[in-house]
């Protein structure tokens, strides 16, 4: 089974810090992606990664960043936390298969900034 | 713009078939129908996707209309472990990434 992992559960931090978010996927997949969702606003696209040390631009890039330099690893920074990135943050992954694009997903990070 | 139109919530007795329906009048020749789910608290889970062809798996049957202009999610005999909000995608198959919109909430009931 494919699995995606996130470094927390739950995180609490203040104004002002950098935060990295980790994400690790065991199944050799090119395409990994970060995401947050927040109540009525659904998923939203922040950045995805092709290759390593590829990265794109999602839907809602400001304020954070990312880093890809293993294929298996794909980290989101925070620069400088702000609350109004408090929120559920989603990592996923896929590989183009046969056609089929399936993403499977890490079980999420629910950030608070105090 | 919301490419797929689902009821806000459904109810469903335990035991019984759940159909959840989706619009997606606009689809396009080359775009497909994903559903996935998320279970409270947890990343979406996938389910099921069809071009055109009605597709079933273990988890679920997905029927798309001969038009294509809608599609109905079946889970033959819900359980309570069901309850979750369920998401209605269409994509393209080699896009990069997945519009999620706000989904049905079933609500499995013992």
């Known amino acids: 089974d494919v699995k995606v992992t996130q470094s927390s559960r739950y995180l609490v931090k203040r104004t002002g810090e950098k935060?990295?978010?980790?994400?690790?996927?065991?199944?050799?997949?090119?395409?990994?992606?970060?995401?947050?969702?927040?109540?009525?606003l659904g998923l939203r696209?922040?950045?995805?990664?092709?290759?390593?040390?590829?990265?794109?631009?999602?839907?809602?890039p400001e304020?954070?960043?990312?880093?890809?330099?293993?294929?298996?690893?794909?980290?989101?920074?925070?620069?400088?936390?702000?609350?109004?990135?408090?929120?559920?943050?989603?990592?996923?992954?896929?590989?183009?298969?046969?056609?089929?694009?399936?993403?499977?997903?890490?079980?999420?990070?629910?950030?608070?900034v105090t | 713009d919301a490419k797929t139109t689902q009821p806000t919530s459904m109810d469903c007795a335990e035991g019984r078939a759940a159909n959840l329906p989706c619009n997606h009048s606009t689809i396009s020749g080359n775009e497909y129908v994903y559903w996935y789910r998320q279970?409270?608290?947890?990343?979406?889970?996938?389910?099921?996707?069809?071009?055109?062809?009605?597709?079933?798996?273990?988890?679920?049957?997905?029927?798309?209309?001969?038009?294509r202009k809608s599609s109905t999610l079946i889970l033959p005999h819900a359980t309570l472990r069901d309850t979750a909000v369920y998401y209605c995608i269409v994509r393209e198959n080699y896009g990069q990434n997945f519009v999620f919109g706000p989904g049905t909430r079933l609500s499995v009931l013992p």
Not at chain 2, 43 to 52: E, N, T
């Open chain 1, 45 to 60: 696209l922040i950045y995805f990664s092709y290759d390593v040390k590829m990265k794109e631009k999602g839907d809602i």
């Open chain 1, 19 to 40: 935060v990295f978010l980790e994400c690790v996927q065991d199944m050799d997949h090119e395409n990994m992606f970060w995401y947050r969702q927040d109540p009525g």
């Open chain 1, 63 to 112: 304020g954070y960043s990312v880093s890809r330099e293993k294929k298996e690893r794909f980290s989101l920074i925070l620069e400088s936390a702000s609350t109004n990135q408090t929120s559920m943050y989603l990592c996923a992954s896929s590989q183009l298969a046969g056609g089929t694009y399936e993403q499977y997903f890490g079980p999420g990070t629910r950030l608070t």
């Open chain 2, 39 to 67: 279970i409270h608290s947890q990343g979406p889970q996938y389910i099921i996707h069809g071009l055109k062809n009605n597709e079933t798996n273990e988890m679920a049957s997905l029927i798309i209309t001969e038009d």
